[in-house]
């Protein structure tokens, strides 16, 4: 797979097939990106689990523990931002905002836990953006109606359908590729600094790279994702 | 020196993953542009700062797609060599 320029040793940060199986003639391969979107997925589980066993012993007449605290940190945050752009459709949608955030936003800075991101796989990305899609088109569809959807197609002049139309299909495909790019480059340059440059810059220098690439960009990037998909069902939904 | 087609490809391939990253010139551009008006937009409403900031951020995100699209071809033009095989 890689080529063989000068580097001291390769820079690792392909996926890679742990092992495989037949399913209907195919062969399917479990990869990296399924083990750590699992253990992301444990993590967020455990956090749940505990969080639920702690609310329900808390008295909600006391002062809330630390664990209770910070989950409603999370929440309330959450609430925040879906009202500020959503309104009064918010509602609706905080549940699912809030879990593709959480989600992204684990994904991404599991950088630092040494997992390779499950977002730096296309395979985890393009699945995101088509859901966000599916809601988008659904919404669309039921507040403005198909002949709404239709006179929308046709904006500016009735020949402007099919650009129109290609409009609308690229939302997914910028949605997930600009989430992938951007961890995938974070992914990329991480592993040629570990492994091009000799060891002693490899001391204390990478942990600012890691709060750039890791936390900085993938924050950035779980919000951007979260924020142009409110910002679509806001338009899908319209004048309401 | 002989070069075999298949070195000669790769070579070409490299070339072109350096010239597929042109493409970062214009997000910089466009978020530089982004940055200065933010600024500015800050001192003559400084209450306002939070909201400018994220609405920045967001912009200056949505102007980085098409690098990164540059950077993903470089990407797969270096890594994946899809005209070597």
């Not at chain 1, 195919?26 to 399924?34: A, L, M, N, R, S």
């Not at chain 1, 198909?146 to 290609?166: S, Y």
């Not at chain 1, 924050?219 to 924020?227: G, K, L, R």
């Not at chain 2, 967001?58 to 797969?76: C, H, S």
Request: net charge neutral.
């Amino acid at each position: 797979m890689m080529n063989p320029v000068l580097l001291a040793n390769e820079p690792d940060f392909m996926i890679k097939g742990i092992f495989s199986y037949q399913l209907f003639g195919q062969t399917v391969w479990i990869t990296t990106t399924h083990v750590c979107t699992l253990i992301v997925m444990i993590l967020l589980l455990t956090f749940a689990f505990c969080v639920n066993r702690k609310l329900k012993k808390t008295d909600p007449y006391d002062a809330p523990p630390m664990l209770v605290n910070i989950a409603e940190f999370i929440m309330e945050f959450l609430n925040n931002m879906v009202t500020g752009v959503m309104g009064k459709n918010a509602a609706k949608f905080v549940n699912y905002i809030s879990t593709i955030a959480i989600f992204i936003l684990i994904s991404n800075i599991s950088g630092l836990l040494g997992l390779r991101p499950p977002t730096a796989d296309y395979g985890v990305t393009l699945p995101l953006g088509i859901i966000s899609f599916c809601l988008i088109t659904y919404n669309k569809f039921k507040w403005q109606k198909p002949v709404g959807v239709l006179k929308g197609l046709m904006e500016p002049w009735p020949f402007w359908l099919p650009i129109n139309l290609i409009g609308d299909f690229a939302v997914p495909v910028s949605l997930s590729l600009r989430l992938f790019a951007n961890i995938l480059s974070g992914t990329v340059m991480m592993a040629l600094y570990y492994s091009l440059l000799p060891f002693f810059v490899k001391i204390g220098i990478p942990s600012a790279l890691h709060v750039y690439f890791d936390l900085f960009s993938g924050a950035i990037q779980t919000y951007v994702f979260c924020m142009l998909t409110m910002t679509y069902i806001s338009d899908a939904i319209g004048e309401t | 020196m002989n070069i075999s087609g298949v070195e000669f490809i790769k070579g070409c391939s490299a070339i072109g993953a350096g010239l597929a990253l042109i493409a970062g010139i214009g997000p910089g551009i466009g978020q530089g542009i982004a940055a200065g008006h933010a600024a500015s937009a800050v001192g003559r409403n400084p209450g306002a700062r939070s909201d400018i900031t994220s609405t920045m951020l967001l912009g200056q995100a949505v102007a980085e797609t098409t690098g990164l699209y540059g950077l993903l071809v470089g990407m797969i033009l270096i890594f994946v060599q899809p005209l070597a095989k």
